[in-house]
């Protein structure tokens, strides 16, 4: 019986040391945030970890002693067979577990409305707003105000709001993330989703969809950066001089299902190309007889 616990206390040790492993590496970009949205959600899971160890551990410890305790070697167990009810121990099993959900819905209720991602974050920089649509098998970013566009690269200025607004084209729904930035948010065919991010400071991250939908999915990441406002500036003077436009004609040949691993810039974009993507799918509205 020793060796049986000796051998379940020493599968939890391992099983910890490789948790923590996996945690230290930098492909778990969750808990490696660079920006503040980033920052909060990881701070709630790591609450709501702390919250659930109080019951797991306490559950596991439990568990050991028990299989200790009253084992057929132990002569010294007390052999209770009509017991079936212990105010105590009821008190316990159903009083803490409901405590603690109690305690984790009000965090969530309160952090629910602080990570809104529609809600803007409070700066004293202006956001800067950029459209993204969500292809086969492929991420299209319009940076309305600049008049550029890019395909499967997305860049940002540090510590400056940015305001995504995300829909979808060809496909029927995907999934925007980049988990060192911000949480994630769906993009669909024939509407408008929102998220706020905002980056800590420079630096280069991985943007991936997490909604599978179809042969692509796989391969429909695409590098993220954030820079110094002036690099930012200097960066979007270079994309002007690309000799690519976004008309509508390229956009049809963008939107036709393809692996397309390839950056693309883009100097000039259709007019209202966002505003024609998301109305595209919507009815037109009939004059009130």
């Known amino acids: 019986m020793k060796k049986f616990i000796l051998m ?19 492909n778990a970009l969750v808990v490696h945030p660079k920006g503040i949205i980033a920052q909060s959600e990881l701070e709630l899971i790591i609450t709501n970890i702390i919250l659930m160890l109080i019951i797991i551990v306490p559950t596991y410890l439990l568990l050991f002693t028990v299989v200790w305790k009253y084992c057929i070697k132990n002569e010294h167990a007390k052999y209770d067979p009509d017991h079936s009810f212990g105010t105590i121990g009821e008190l316990i099993m159903w009083g803490i577990p409901s405590i603690i959900v109690a305690i984790m819905g009000v965090v969530m209720w309160d952090a629910t409305h602080k990570l809104n991602p529609y809600k803007p974050i409070e700066s004293e920089v202006k956001p800067l707003t950029i459209e993204v649509v969500a292809l086969d098998w492929k991420w299209l970013f319009i940076y309305p105000e600049q008049g550029i566009a890019t395909l499967n690269y997305f860049h940002i200025p540090e510590k400056t709001p940015i305001h995504l607004k995300l829909s979808a084209d060809g496909t029927p729904m995907n999934s925007f993330w980049i988990p060192q930035l911000s949480g994630q948010i769906y993009s669909m065919t024939g509407m408008t989703t929102q998220l706020y991010l905002m980056a800590d400071g420079p630096g280069e991250y991985m943007g991936r969809a997490v909604e599978i939908n179809g ?60 505003h024609k993507i998301i109305h595209k799918y919507m009815y037109p509205t009939k004059p009130v007889l």
Do not use: R
């Open 8 to 26: 379940g206390m020493l599968a939890v040790i391992i099983g910890v040391i490789g948790i923590v492993f996996v945690l230290a590496s930098e």
């Open 215 to 274: 042969e692509g999915y796989a391969d429909m990441a695409f590098p993220a950066k954030s820079s110094s406002k002036k690099d930012f500036d200097a960066w979007v003077d270079q994309v002007k001089k690309s000799p690519l436009h976004l008309t509508e004609a390229t956009y049809n040949e963008l939107i036709k299902p393809s692996v397309n691993k390839s950056i693309s810039s883009f100097s000039e974009v259709e007019k209202d190309l966002y």
